[in-house]
């Protein structure tokens, strides 16, 4: 066999083991998306109602008054198009691009980020981070076919998952409401902490709100992170902003998120804007009166 010869076999190879990659990859985001849906069972007919805000610290009851519409049924899956910055440590200095597709299913406490990030050389990471059926997970894949590193099945893995779910709510707002399972405690007239449990892992985070009533910004002292090869916590806090009108709510469009350092310097990671959004709603009981955004 000519050196030609077994250049082309060996192109055709390795053409062949990346397609087979890439479909195993899309494959697993793909059924981590379809279990995710699969295990929400909301109850039809269920509807926002101000009424019952009354008990609520006061800047929650503000803020839900402004992010949700009375009377709207409530969110079951929220499907997001994001692009924007991310890196990989606190220390790093390399930034890279990135694209994502989101889906959070506030019913069944779950989300599913599919994201792909430019590296130099023309070369791309899929990441795939989730929290489905109370287990978190995540996954690395170099040109979205070859894995190389994976994470799950940790306790660890489940709290800092689920506290991302939490933190991203202001995206899905009703998931923020006390039938979606969230218990707030007041903190004073323009914070208050939520509180999240799901199976045997729960999470708290102190939200802040400004005049307008909407979230800028939450903070917990502890979420668990992977840190040079193990977990640990460490404070970490994120900001929203750029607030505009969708499907009936006013959502942030822009956000970030960073960790403390342990300097106690607050060191952003990942910075986002939502360039698409698209909601489905529990759906009605048979005759009940319709919901026009």
Known sequence: MSGWTMAAVAAAAAVTLLAAGRWREAAQADGLRTKLEESARPKA????DFSTFDDLPAPVARYLRVALADGQPLIRTARMRQSGRLRTATDSARWMSFR???????????FVWDATAQMPLGLHVRVLDSYVGSVGGGRISVLSALPVATADRAPELDSGALHRYLAEAVWYPSALLPESGVIWSAVDDRSATATLGDGPTSVSLEFSFNDENEVIAIYTPGRFGRFDGAYRQAGWEGHFSGYMERAGMRLPSQGEVGWYDDAGVLQIVWIGTVEEADYAFVPDEPGGPPFVP
């Open 45 to 48: 007919g269920r509807r926002v």
């Open 100 to 110: 994502a597709q989101h889906l959070a299913v506030p019913p069944a406490i779950g």
